[in-house]
């Protein structure tokens, strides 16, 4: 967990500029003088880029729980999250959380992936079963992978008001590279499946094999990027 940004040498200028597009729809809420926070910033590149011309503040890094966030009520201007609501096992605990930090009329700004629409050519009955592990691993760990498909439903219910959403396609990572990691996912997970669904695992994991060695193709995951006002 992260307020503000990571350090300037931390992360390069080019990673800075291709990570800031994960921010772009929310990069008018951000002036000079405001507080942030960067929930699951990673190594900071998203709010490196935030940060560039709006302000020259101090920046600290944190770790803390999303559910229990190390602020004192009413004292953030902007909460911004990339990537995180599909991977938390109590989302509505956490916009709770986010919707107590931030200060009457402050800006939340989320970017979550619904993995139910995201768009593969070809999509072929191997990337069906792979994926179908891949979500299984996702919900084995508490998350969700169509989180981007309810997320909208979950901030208002949390009390938050003018929610407005829009779709992003994003070529994020290629197809291949997509298959090898799902691939990866897969394999790693069945050296220590012992469960039920080690043979679902398993299928998948051979059906990654073939697509990671089936060819080129196109993948663009889709993005629910929202905006709402505490």
Request: hydrophobic share 45%; proline share 4%.
């Amino acid at each position: 967990m992260l307020e503000g940004n990571a350090p300037r040498a931390a992360v390069s200028a080019r990673s800075a500029r291709q990570a800031v597009e994960r921010a772009v729809f929310a990069q008018p809420l951000f002036g000079p003088g405001m507080g942030f926070v960067d929930v699951g910033c990673g190594p900071g590149s998203i709010t490196l880029g935030i940060d560039n011309g709006h302000r020259k503040s101090t920046v600290d890094f944190l770790v803390a729980d999303a559910c229990a966030l190390p602020f004192a009520e009413a004292s953030v201007d902007v909460v911004f999250a990339h990537d995180v609501f599909e991977h938390l096992r109590e989302p509505g605990a956490a916009l709770a959380e986010l919707r107590r930090v931030l200060k009457p009329g402050g800006a939340l700004a989320l970017s979550t992936s619904d993995w139910s629409r995201a768009r593969l050519r070809p999509k072929t009955a191997n990337v069906d079963a792979a994926l179908r592990g891949h979500y299984l691993l996702c919900r084995r760990a508490g998350g969700d992978p169509f989180a981007g498909r309810s997320i909208s439903a979950a901030v208002t219910a949390a009390g938050f008001t003018d929610v407005r959403t829009k779709t992003r396609y994003r070529a994020d990572v290629t197809y291949r590279a997509l298959a090898t990691y799902v691939e990866a996912r897969l394999v790693t997970a069945l050296e220590t499946a012992t469960t039920p669904d080690r043979d679902q695992l398993a299928s998948a994991a051979r059906s990654a094999w073939s697509w990671a060695r089936s060819g080129d193709g196109d993948f663009a995951q889709c993005w629910t990027e929202l905006l709402a006002t505490r």
